[in-house]
């Protein structure tokens, strides 16, 4: 399967722990995405990177949270002292930019990562 | 700022019935425009687009036209199946990433 990969499926944690969420996109894209998604709503944008470069933060983006693409390949989002209120689907997607032949907007997204906070 | 307005779901149609899924956006100069389409178990994919004023985007027998005067871009099938029983997601492009409506649920039953 080539497509965008994400673990774990599924986390559970107790407040305060740390996880960490890896995203290996697809093996050519330059662009790599991270949102959020609760339920009801629809995909939250967290940051993106330009290959090893992270270019944009969400301004909702706690200090809690950082993430990181050495080598410009894969991607981890790590989440320290959770609250409950980080429950989310996290959803990793990539993309080839324009000038890359990429096609405008089209990203590819993983099946994401389920993180449950108890 | 940018943002997308869905009607909220679920909408419960029978198959073959016609199908709207209305949308509309608010955004600074003249951002491209997509559904995306997540079915039960999988990632968000691409259904289709368009990148300026007065363009169908189409894709599986879906349509959506980028009307600028309205704000809108009202996703559209004539005859829904079944297998289209999904989340769809209505987004603009803003600066380098998409921005998201909140999805609206289709139920098609046979």
């Known amino acids: 399967d080539t497509g965008v990969s994400q673990n774990p499926r599924h986390k559970i944690t107790k407040r305060g722990q740390n996880v960490t969420f890896r995203c290996d996109p697809i093996s050519e894209h330059n662009r790599l995405y991270w949102y959020r998604q609760t339920l009801g709503q629809g995909p939250e944008f967290l940051t993106y990177?330009?290959?090893?470069?992270?270019?944009?933060k969400s301004r909702l983006l706690s200090d809690r949270f950082s993430a990181e693409r050495p080598k410009g390949s894969f991607s981890t989002l790590e989440i320290q002292r959770t609250e409950q209120g980080d429950s989310a689907m996290y959803l990793c997607?990539?993309?080839?930019?324009?000038?890359?032949?990429?096609?405008?907007?089209?990203?590819?997204f993983g099946e994401g990562s389920r993180l449950t906070v108890l | 700022g940018n943002s997308v307005t869905q009607m909220e779901g679920p909408v419960t149609l029978s198959e073959e019935a016609f199908l709207t899924i209305n949308c509309t956006y608010t955004a600074t100069g003249y951002p491209s425009l997509f559904w995306y389409v997540q079915y039960p178990g999988e990632g968000l994919q691409l259904l289709l687009k368009?990148?300026?004023?007065?363009d169908k985007g189409s894709n599986k027998g879906f349509e959506a036209t980028y009307r600028k005067e309205t704000t809108s871009f009202h996703l559209e099938k004539g005859s829904v199946q079944v297998s289209d029983s999904a989340v769809y997601f209505c987004?603009?492009?803003?600066?380098?990433?998409?921005?998201f409506g909140t999805g609206t649920r289709l139920l098609v039953s046979p």
């Open positions: 997607a990539s993309s080839l930019n324009y000038s890359s032949g990429g096609l405008v907007g089209e990203l590819f």
């Open positions: 368009a990148t300026k004023a007065d």
């Open positions: 987004a603009l492009k803003g600066f380098q990433k998409l921005v």
């Open positions: 990177f330009q290959n090893e470069a992270q270019l944009e």
